[in-house]
Every structure is written in C-alpha cells, then in structure tokens.
C-alpha cells in the first residue's frame, strides 16, 4: 500500500505525456520510428510501475545490481540521442535558415539591380515606361 502513491505519480506523469504527445500529434511532424519508441516507452514505463520486481529481475540478468540503475542507465542512454537528435535538428534549421537568407539577399539584389537599370537617362523607371510607350 505504500507504493501505491508513487505509482500514482508515475502513472499521472505518463499520462500527461501521453495526452501531449497525441494532442501535438499531427504538429509535431514525428517519424513513425518515433511515434513506435513512445508508444513502447510508455508501455515500458506503466509495466515498470506496476511490476517494479521485475525491472530487478531483467536488471539482475544483464549483470546491473538493481532495477533503478538500470533505468538510470537506459535514461542516459536515451537523453544522449534526444541531446544528439536536438543537435542535428538545430544544425539542419540553421542551413535552412542561412539559405534562406541568401535566397533573399540575392533576390533583393537583382531587384534593386533591375531598378538601377531600368533608369533611361537619370529618370526612373516608371518615367522611362511612359516615354516607350
């Protein structure tokens, strides 16, 4: 009866996970590998609370001397490659966003060339229209 808080807890943050992961679903441009990984962590996760003796179990087998260590070894595992995913995102946003700027910068470029030439003789362009006509 003492765990039952900490399972509580534990159940209560899946759970917000789990509803902000689905309410951002179609936002959230997930891979479905992705989308498969969160499904079996929180099914992972809500058996682990519920069967905490069996986490010691799968624990003792792969030569970990508790259960708790070797979640916290799984979750260094896991915060590596968020870290490195997050990593990679960011570098493929900033190429983007530097295209992007040059994109610009070349467009704004050959406006402003093409403002310069369309000049006939120091009148501007919208003068030089009206002449030609």
Do not use: C
């Not at 809500?46 to 624990?59: G, H, M, T």
């Not at 259960?67 to 997050?86: H, I, K, P, R, S």
């Amino acid at each position: 009866m003492k765990y039952i808080w900490i399972q509580l807890l534990l159940l209560a943050g899946t759970g917000i996970l789990v509803l902000m992961f689905v309410r951002r679903w179609d936002a959230a441009h997930t891979r479905a590998w992705k989308r498969m990984a969160f499904a079996a962590f929180v099914v992972a996760n809500v058996y682990a609370v519920f069967r905490p003796q069996d986490v010691n179990w799968v624990a003792n087998q792969l030569g970990v001397g508790r259960g708790a260590d070797l979640v916290l070894y799984l979750l260094v595992v896991a915060m590596a490659f968020m870290t490195l995913n997050t990593f990679m995102r960011f570098r493929s946003l900033e190429a983007k966003l530097t295209d992007l700027a040059r994109a610009i910068a070349v467009n704004d470029g050959q406006r402003a060339n093409a403002e310069r030439l369309g000049e006939v003789e120091g009148r501007p362009a919208a003068e030089s229209e009206k002449v030609g006509q």
